[in-house]
C-alpha cells in the first residue's frame, strides 16, 4: 500500500519561511506526477504545485509562483516545498498528492494518493 506523510509544518510570521515534505512509500513516487495542495478553512481544495515524475518539470499556481519552490528527491523518496516571504493568507492544511499519471495535474479528480496533511499558520 502506498503511503504518503506530510511534516515540517508549523507557525511562522508573515514573511518567514517553511520548508514542508512528504514521505512516500511504494514505487508510485519515481513513476507519478506529484503534487502540493491546500484547503483553508471553509474554502475549496486548490493546487498549488507540481512536478512530473522525473523532476525536469513543475508547475505553480499564480497565488504562490515566484515564492514558494517544489522539488522531488527520488534516492531519498522525498517530495518537498519550501516556502518562502509566506503571508497570512498562505495559512492552510497543506496535502501531499500523486496523480494517477506521470504528469502532475491541477485537478484533485485526477489524484491517485493523498496524504494527511501538515498545518501551516502564517501570523499577521
Known amino acids: 500500500q502506498v503511503q504518503l506523510v506530510e511534516s515540517g509544518g508549523g507557525l511562522v510570521q508573515a514573511g518567514g519561511s517553511l520548508s514542508l515534505s512528504c514521505a512516500a512509500s511504494g514505487r508510485t513516487f519515481s513513476t507519478n506526477g506529484m503534487d502540493w495542495f491546500r484547503q483553508a478553512p471553509g474554502k475549496e481544495r486548490e493546487f498549488i504545485a507540481g512536478i512530473n515524475w522525473s523532476g525536469t518539470s513543475t508547475s505553480y499556481a499564480d497565488s504562490v509562483k515566484g515564492r514558494f519552490t517544489i522539488s522531488r528527491d527520488h534516492a531519498k523518496g522525498t517530495l518537498s516545498l519550501q516556502m518562502n516571504s509566506l503571508k497570512p493568507e498562505d495559512t492552510a492544511v497543506y496535502y501531499c498528492?500523486?496523480?494517477?499519471?506521470?504528469?502532475?495535474?491541477?485537478?484533485?479528480?485526477?489524484?491517485?494518493?493523498w496524504g494527511k496533511g501538515t498545518l501551516v499558520t502564517v501570523s499577521s
Open positions: 498528492a500523486a496523480s494517477y499519471g506521470n504528469s502532475a495535474t491541477m485537478n484533485s479528480q485526477n489524484i491517485q494518493y
